[in-house]
């Protein structure tokens, strides 16, 4: 039963040939490529509205000099966003669930805006290292204790998108299997089953939503500490 | 729906991509094909027609012929039943979870569908009043600068009057002041003229009154006293006579 579970995290391969580049790249197909004429259809108006309006919000607390990120984390966030949402469907495979993508994401741009807050201004850098305020004894602790929370920004947000959609994912299964199970013989609890699994599903796609909009959020944080 | 998304995509990557350009514009090069850009034809307004929300109507009007109007669902059915009795498609748990699932997406699309339409249709609205409202200013401008135009040329029909009106101004100041200055060079002159006429006038009088002073003087110098005696006796014989002949006249 336990293999049962994780086999839906297992790198999708079709006769040994590994699915994960159609996987991750099957996603875009569903999004209208730009037309050339003036007026866009629904679709392609919605798309552009909601990325517009996303980036607005996110760049607004960052000067003007972050703004050449914009197009990063639109496509970050609608990457991210869609693969969660997608994920959702039966017998599909999701691969924000592998730690390794989720890795290769926060790793390279945390470290990017890690490596340009340092290179612009150092010692604006090296400040966030101390808050504002303490007291003296505390400081060598809390510089300490400082650079330890900003090692660990890129495995907490890689971990935490992991953890999340996978969480989900169990929950799912796990509830799912609950009811199928009862389904013949325990009738009234397989509908209590059936009826948490709605809602779960229902968390789950707001989950999908937030942890990548979560993601996305961190990371423009990061970048207006250090630009 | 998916179909038809997979249908959308695909059109759109024909024209993108590094073997897109080569498919679209292969009829194009060798002018197989009366393509032209413009006038561009007319795009269709709404999508494609499904019915339940993702089976295309052309696959309904495709086995209409057929097999009727319940031949797709029949084949529907017929699939079904197939893939579940040969055990193609085994019912487990994900079979709970995609019920789930799906029925919390139809639902939220048909709960929200409408008003997200009209909200991307208010979108597009919006994006056409702008460029309908610049084409509108610009409209009115121009029939505005067409009608000043006008103006300006009924005013020009008009400008000979007008210099012929300034000019007949003009020529009628010069005239007042022309009159003004005769009349004063007029005066100026009478009253020089009248200067010397009183002049002449004193001059007269004066040589007048000298004339008739010396002439009394030499006159009066050369009354002796004889002469005056004499000449008062003979006023006394002559008063005398007057007054004898005007008693004698009242008298009578």
Redesign the interface.
Known sequence: MTMNLFNQFLSPTFLGLPLIAIALMAPC?????P?P?W????WT??QN?FIGSFIKQILSPINTKGHSWALLLATLMVFLITLNTLG????TFTPTTQLSLNMAFAVPLWLATVIMGFRNSPTHALGHLLPEGTPTPLVPTLIIIESISLLIRPLALGVRLTANLTAGHLL??LV??A???L?LSQTTAASLA?GL??L???LE?AVAMIQAYVFVLLLSLYLQENV | MMSR??I???N??KG?GPFGAGLVHASRSLHTSSQSRAP?PP?PET?GKVRHGIFPEEIFQLLYPKTGVTGPYMLGTGLITYLLSKELYVI???????I??F??IIYGVKKFGPS??A???K??EE??AKAQEVKDLAMSGLTQAIENEKKEQWRVEGRAMLFDAKRNNVAMLLETNYRERLHMVTNEIKRRLDYQIALQHLNRRLEQEHMINWVEKSVIGSITPQQEKESIAKCIADLKMLAKNTQAKATV
């Open positions: 197909l569903l999004y209208p490529s037309a004429w007026q866009s259809n629904r108006t919605l509205w959702l469907l039966p017998y799912i299964q799912s299997s009811a199928f199970s389904l059936v699994l709605l779960l599903t229902i796609i | 998304l997979v959308l995509s695909a759109s990557l993108s561009v795009l999508g487990n748990n994900e079979t709970l979870s995609a789930c699932i029925s919390v997200v339409a909200f991307a249709d979108l597009n994006k056409l």
